[in-house]
């Protein structure tokens, strides 16, 4: 009689440590993902606020004024292109278009987050009065 009494202690304790194994497996993705989620999250708030900021200085000045704002970019082949991050990891890249501007944050070759912007273009009086 003893032996059954121990016998199903023994199966109810394995029981017991196998659903804490499965629980805390399922717990621990579950905290990865949510990690992975919350670094994507950083990331595109991130990429969201400089492609903004690019876009209000465009809408202020010119492409040319980008440099004075970012001094750590290059402008080469109508794209200026200047990392940020914490690490300098990702990349702002802005193409002058003929009408309008591209605006791109990247992470490598990946694209985050992309805006277009159109050039507004001022008509003088005379332009304006003809019909």
Sequence with gaps: MKRSK???FLMETMFAILFFAVAGTV????FVQAHTFSQNATKLDEAVTVCQSAASILES???DALPEFYENGSLENGQFTVPF???GRY???VTDGDTSYWIQ???GKEEIFSLFLL????ANSAERNTP
């Design 61 to 63: 000045g010119d492409f």
């Design 105 to 107: 944050a990247l992470d």
């Design 27 to 30: 717990c621990l993705q579950l």
């Design 6 to 8: 121990t016998a199903l």
């Design 119 to 122: 050039k507004r273009y001022e």
């Design 91 to 93: 990349a702002l890249r």
């Design 85 to 87: 991050g914490a690490d």
